[in-house]
C-alpha cells in the first residue's frame, strides 16, 4: 500500500502562484511515476502532469506546459506541483496518484485525497 496526502491548497488571484505537495508513504517511493490530476465542478478528472520513477522525465497536458512544473524529491518522499500565472479556469480539486511500473495513467494505483485550489478573477 501507498498513502498519498496532498497539501498547498488554497485560495489565489489570478495571476498568482501555488506550490502543491505529495506526501509519500508505504512502500518504496522510488518505485512508482508519479502524476497529478485535477477535476472541477461538473468535469471529469483530467490528467495534469507525471514524473518517472528517477524524476528524469517530466510530462504535461499542453495547457500547463510553461505555467506548471512537477518535481520529486525522493529524499523526502514528495512529489510537488508549482503552479504559475494561475487561472480562474484552473479551479479544481488536484489530486496526487501513484503508478506502478507498467501501470496506465488510465488507471493509477494509488491516489490522495485531493486539496482544493481555487483561483479567484
Known amino acids: 500500500q501507498v498513502q498519498l496526502v496532498e497539501s498547498g491548497g488554497g485560495l489565489v488571484q489570478a495571476g498568482g502562484s501555488l506550490r502543491l505537495s505529495c506526501a509519500a508513504s508505504g512502500r518504496t517511493f522510488s518505485n512508482y511515476a508519479m502524476g497529478w490530476f485535477r477535476q472541477a465542478p461538473g468535469k471529469e478528472r483530467e490528467f495534469v502532469a507525471a514524473i518517472n520513477r528517477s524524476g528524469g522525465s517530466t510530462y504535461y497536458v499542453d495547457s500547463m506546459k510553461g505555467r506548471f512544473t512537477i518535481s520529486r524529491d525522493g529524499a523526502k518522499n514528495t512529489v510537488y506541483l508549482e503552479m504559475n500565472s494561475l487561472k480562474p479556469e484552473d479551479t479544481a480539486v488536484y489530486y496526487c496518484?501513484?503508478?506502478?511500473?507498467?501501470?496506465?495513467?488510465?488507471?493509477?494505483?494509488?491516489w490522495g485525497q485531493g486539496t482544493q485550489v481555487t483561483v479567484s478573477s
Open positions: 496518484a501513484a503508478k506502478r511500473i507498467g501501470g496506465s495513467w488510465s488507471s493509477p494505483d494509488y
